[in-house]
C-alpha cells in the first residue's frame, strides 16, 4: 500500500507518510477527530469533520486531486527591484540644504532670548513657531519683551499642562501648537518622502517681519457625546416581538413532531439538514437488495412483508398475444395484481397451445396443458397448514368478542410455539389484556431484535394471500394501539414495521398509523440507551439508507453497544462493507462467520450466501482467513432445492431458483400450485 497521506493535528504537528488504510483506521479510532486534517501527496489539506470529502477520498478509492493553488500556471508576478529593498541613504533623506536650515535656524535662535522652561524639562529648549510656512525671515525687529512676557515663569506651568493633553482627551485640540526640539533632529521613517529645504535669501530680498511671534495656547475643551433616547413606541413594538417570538418557540418544541410529520407529508424534501444527512452516494442505497428479473413481456417487482414473500408482475404496455410464451412467462402472470391481466394471458397461452387438450384450473382460469403435465401437478404434495388455519379462525373470533380472561390465557398457549411476527403481536395484546407487561415488552424487542426478512423466513404464514395478511396485520396493530398510548416502543415497532417493507404493505402502514419517519426523530431515539442500545435492526437499516457512511461506521463500532455484549451472529450483516470493520471487532467478525459457514437453517444460509455476494467482504475473508468458499452459485442452487423439497419458503425459492436460470419444470408447477392454494 502506498504511504502517500500526511496528517496535520489541530497543533500543527505534520504526521506521515503514512497508508490510506492507516487514515481510515485512525478516524474509525477517534485517533484522529474533526478539526484535524489530511492530504495526499500534492493534494489540498481537508478537515476531518468534512464528512463528504473524507468519505470521498478516504472511506472510497477516488483519488485526491492536486491543490489548485500551489500547482497552478504564473500568468504574472510584480516584484520588487533591488534598490526599493535597501534601506534609505540617511544623506539623501537630509540634503545638504536641510542641514544648513538647521544650522541658520540655530544661530539665529542664539541671537534670540532663550525662553527658560522649568526646571523639570531643562533638557528641552522651546519655541512657538507662527501658523506661517517656515521661511529664513529675520527676527531683529521682534520685542524681546514681549516674548519674555508671554513666556513668562508665571505662566510656564499653564503652558506645560495645555502642551500635554490629558488622559481622557482622546483627540488633540485644532489650534495646539507644534513643539519640536532643537537640539534632537527628527528621525525620518523609512520610505518617507523627503521635503525640499526653503531656499535661502539674500538680507535685501528678505520681507518685513510681523509685528509679533505670541500666539496664545487654547485649551482644548473635550466635547461630550449625547445618545439619543430611542422612542417610547419603538419600545413597546420591540417587546411585543420578544413576547410573540417567545411564545412561537414554546408552542413549536411542544408541538414538533405534529410539525415535522405535517411538512414531510407536503414537501418532498426535508426542511431540517442535520449534519449527519449528507448523502454520499447518488444513488438511493438499500439494505436489502434483490435483485429482480427484466422481462419483455412483465414488469416484475417483490413486495416484502413479515409474513411471506410475494412477487407482484403486471403485463407490459407492448404485451400481445403474437409474443410466444414460455413456462417462464407463465410463472411470472401465476403474480399478475389484476384478475384482467391474467385472464388476457390465459387466453393468449391457451392459444399457443391448442394442442394440448387437458386442463388445469389456476385462479379461476382453465389452462391447456399436457397430460404428462397434468399429472405432475397432480402429483407435487404440497403441505397442508390446516393447524394454522384453525388457529387463525380462533384468533378472529377473539379479536370480535368482548375480553375474557380465561380465553386470553388458553389461546396464548396456543400460539407461543409459533415464530410468525402475527401470532408473536397476538400474544403481546393478550399479555397487556391479562396485566402481564414485562412479557409483553420482552416479545417486542424480541421481533425488533431482528431483520424484517428473518420474519418473513421463519413465517408458518405464507400461504395466506397477501391481501388477507393487510387486514390481519392492521387489526391487530389498531387493537395494540389502544394498549400502548403515547409509548415509543409502539411508535418503533410502526416505524420498524413501515422501514423495512414496501409497495402495499408500506402504503397501508402509511395510511392508517403515524409514522415517526424524521431523521432528527430517529437520531434522537437511537442515541438513548432504552431504546437505542437494544434494537440495532431498527436504527442500523435506517441510518444506512438515510443518513450518511461516517454516521453509519459511527453507529456500528460504537464501543459502548458492545462493551456489555458480545456480537450476535446475524449482527455480521452490519460488517459487509469492510472498510467500517473496527479493528478490535475484527477477530470476532472472522470468528463468528466460520461458525455461519458450518450452519444450515434457511435464516442463517440465507445471511451467509448474503455476506459473500458483497465483493469487499469476500476479499477480506480470503485475506484473513483459510476457508474453501467454493462456487457460491452451486451452494445456493443445492440449497434452494433441498429448501424446495422440502416446502420450505416455496415462493422465494423458486424465485431464486429461476433467477439463476435453472428453468425446472417441477419448480415452476411447485409455485403454481403454492399460488393456487394460498388462503
Known amino acids: 500500500m502506498e504511504k502517500n497521506w500526511l496528517i496535520r493535528t489541530k497543533n500543527n504537528h505534520i504526521l506521515g507518510p503514512v497508508s490510506k488504510n492507516k487514515i481510515r483506521e485512525l478516524i474509525s479510532n477517534n485517533s484522529i477527530k474533526g478539526d484535524d486534517e489530511v492530504c495526499s501527496g500534492n493534494g489540498y489539506w481537508i478537515y476531518v469533520r468534512e464528512q463528504e470529502l473524507i468519505a470521498k477520498y478516504i472511506l472510497e478509492n477516488n483519488s485526491q486531486s492536486f491543490n489548485p493553488v500551489q500547482e497552478a500556471e504564473v500568468v504574472g508576478a510584480i516584484s520588487p527591484i533591488e534598490s526599493d529593498l535597501e534601506y534609505p541613504d540617511i544623506n539623501a533623506i537630509l540634503s545638504t ?157 411542544f408541538k414538533r413532531d405534529e410539525i415535522i410529520n405535517q411538512i414531510n407529508k407536503r414537501v418532498s424534501f426535508s426542511l431540517i439538514n442535520p449534519v449527519y444527512a449528507q448523502e454520499l452516494d447518488s444513488k438511493k442505497k438499500k439494505w436489502y437488495n434483490l435483485e429482480l428479473p427484466t422481462s419483455k413481456n412483465f414488469s416484475v417487482n417483490h413486495e416484502q412483508t413479515p409474513l411471506g414473500f410475494y412477487l407482484q408482475t403486471t403485463l407490459s404496455s407492448d404485451f400481445s398475444c403474437s409474443s410466444i410464451l414460455s413456462l417462464v412467462d407463465l410463472y411470472f402472470a401465476l403474480h399478475l395484481d389484476q ?135 392492521r387489526e391487530i396493530l389498531e387493537k395494540l394501539e389502544s394498549q400502548y398510548e403515547d409509548d415509543k416502543y409502539f411508535d418503533i415497532l410502526i416505524y420498524y414495521l413501515y422501514s423495512q417493507s414496501n409497495l402495499k404493505f408500506q402504503e397501508m402502514i402509511n395510511q392508517n398509523f403515524n409514522v415517526k419517519k424524521s431523521m432528527s426523530y430517529i437520531r434522537n431515539i437511537y442515541h438513548s440507551n432504552k431504546y437505542g442500545r437494544n434494537l440495532l435492526f431498527v436504527w442500523a437499516p435506517a441510518i444506512y439508507e438515510e443518513g450518511s457512511v461516517v454516521e453509519y461506521m459511527n453507529l456500528v463500532n460504537n464501543k459502548s453497544i458492545f462493551d456489555s455484549k458480545k456480537i450476535k451472529e446475524k449482527e455480521l450483516i452490519f460488517y459487509r462493507k469492510t472498510e467500517l470493520i473496527n479493528k478490535d471487532l475484527k477477530p470476532e467478525i472472522l470468528e463468528l462467520f466460520k461458525e455461519l459457514k458450518k450452519k444450515n437453517t434457511f435464516t442463517q444460509k440465507n445471511l451467509y450466501f448474503r455476506l459473500l455476494e458483497d465483493a469487499d467482504f469476500k476479499k477480506f475473508i480470503h485475506a484473513n482467513l483459510v ?53
Open 339 to 473: 384478475n384482467e391481466e391474467f385472464q388476457t394471458f390465459i387466453r393468449c397461452y391457451n392459444e399457443q397451445n391448442q394442442k394440448y387438450k387437458e386442463k388445469f384450473k389456476i385462479k379461476g382460469q382453465f389452462l391447456n396443458i399436457s397430460k404428462s403435465q397434468k399429472e405432475k401437478l397432480e402429483n407435487l404434495q404440497i403441505s397442508t397448514k390446516e393447524s394454522e388455519e384453525k388457529i387463525l379462525k380462533e384468533v378472529d373470533n377473539f379479536l370480535g368478542i368482548s375480553y375474557n380472561k380465561e380465553k386470553a390465557f388458553n389461546l396464548s398457549k396456543k400460539i407461543s410455539p409459533y415464530k410468525n411476527i402475527y401470532f408473536k403481536l397476538v400474544n403481546i395484546y393478550l399479555y397487556k389484556l391479562l396485566g402481564n407487561h414485562t412479557r409483553a415488552e420482552k416479545i417486542l424487542i424480541e421481533i425488533l431484535d431482528s431483520e424484517m426478512i428473518e420474519h418473513m423466513f421463519l413465517s408458518e404464514l405464507q400461504f395466506i394471500s397477501l391481501n388477507k395478511q393487510l387486514v390481519l396485520m
Open 97 to 253: 540644504d536641510m542641514l544648513d536650515l538647521a544650522v541658520s535656524a540655530s544661530e539665529e535662535n542664539s541671537e534670540k532670548k532663550k525662553v527658560e522652561p522649568s526646571e523639570e524639562h531643562e533638557e528641552f529648549k522651546f519655541e512657538i513657531p507662527s501658523s506661517e510656512p517656515l521661511t529664513n525671515k529675520p527676527i531683529e525687529n521682534i520685542d524681546d519683551k514681549e516674548i519674555i512676557e508671554d513666556f513668562s515663569d508665571t505662566e510656564s506651568e499653564d503652558i506645560e499642562q495645555d502642551l500635554l493633553p490629558s488622559e481622557d482627551d482622546l483627540e488633540y485640540p485644532d489650534d495646539i501648537a507644534v513643539v519640536t526640539p532643537i537640539a534632537k533632529p527628527v528621525e525620518t521613517p523609512r520610505k518617507a518622502p523627503v521635503k525640499k529645504a526653503p531656499v535661502k535669501t539674500s538680507a535685501a530680498n528678505q520681507a518685513p517681519a510681523p509685528p509679533k511671534l505670541k500666539r496664545r495656547i487654547k485649551k482644548a475643551i473635550p466635547r461630550k457625546k449625547t445618545l439619543k433616547k430611542p422612542r417610547k413606541s419603538n419600545l413597546i413594538l420591540m417587546y411585543l416581538i420578544v413576547v410573540l417570538l417567545f411564545l412561537v418557540s414554546i408552542f413549536a418544541v
Open 627 to 679: 476457508l474453501k468458499l467454493g462456487l457460491i452459485n452451486n451452494q445456493k442452487r443445492s440449497f434452494y432445492k433441498t429448501e424446495l423439497a422440502n416446502n420450505n419458503n416455496i415462493s422465494y425459492c423458486s424465485f431464486r431458483l429461476i433467477m439463476m436460470g435453472d428453468y425446472n419444470l417441477n419448480y415452476i408447477f411447485k409455485a403454481m400450485k403454492f399460488e393456487n392454494n394460498r388462503l
